[in-house]
């Protein structure tokens, strides 16, 4: 069964800093990746997502994502930080579930937290 | 495009009575729904999964009998909460697949408590 790991529960960075946030997963075959952002209260905003291709995928709001195979890691990086994305941010790798539907199994996410 | 939205945002219950809460998809047709529910702070735990016109096949765990997942349209899911309990207070949110692969759309949320 696929899993998601994501190691960093909370994290908090300076507005202007850099950010990565680190995501691990398991799964037997080529995964479909993705990172999600929740607001307080919200639904799950899709950031960005890998399928195949380039191993560098670039996303919404200026997140990138790093696609490593050897490293079953797909972490999210931003260079400069916003107060505004403080947040709730979730990894997710898609599979077939025994039933044949497509379902995406979610890491416990990261409280991303900024300071002026 | 690809908006979910969810109705109601908030409800609040008395336990032992029943709750339904909508999911649609408002510019796509929805071929997959799912179900989630979070708890503060924690992770999206899936439910269930309906595909339109047949039943939902629910997650280990999860009752069938009191969760009850109706997807009775490619626009329409709706999630009724039977015989709520204070230990049913949560966060619910939907999501929806157009049919295309993995890639989820997901509502606001409903937040219910039951008292």
């Known amino acids: 069964a696929q899993s998601v790991t994501q190691p960093d529960i909370h994290i908090t960075v300076s507005e202007g800093a850099s950010l990565e946030l680190r995501c691990n997963y398991s799964y037997g075959a080529t995964p479909y990746l993705f990172w999600y952002v929740q607001s307080p209260g919200q639904g799950l905003q899709l950031l960005l997502k890998?399928?195949?291709?380039?191993?560098l995928v670039q996303g919404i709001k200026g997140f990138e994502a790093e696609f490593k195979r050897s490293q079953s890691s797909f972490n999210l990086r931003k260079p400069s930080v916003h107060w505004s994305d403080a947040a709730e941010y979730f990894c997710a790798v898609g599979a077939l579930s025994n039933f044949g539907n497509e379902k995406l199994t979610f890491g416990t996410g990261t409280r991303l937290t900024i300071i002026p | 495009g690809a908006v979910v939205s969810q109705h109601p945002s908030w409800v609040i219950c008395k336990s032992g009575t029943s709750v339904k809460i909508e999911c649609r998809s408002l510019d796509f047709q929805a071929t997959t729904m799912f179900w989630y529910r979070q708890f503060p702070k924690q992770s999206l735990m899936l439910m269930a999964t309906s595909n339109e016109g047949s039943k939902a096949t629910y997650e280990q765990g999860v009752e069938k009998d009191k969760f009850l997942i109706n997807h009775a349209s490619l626009t329409l899911s709706t999630l009724t909460v039977t015989s709520a309990h204070p230990e049913d207070s949560s966060f619910y949110i939907c999501s929806a697949q157009g049919g295309w692969g993995y890639e989820q759309y997901f509502g606001p949320g409903t937040r219910l408590t039951v008292t």
């Open positions: 890998y399928f195949s291709g380039d191993t």
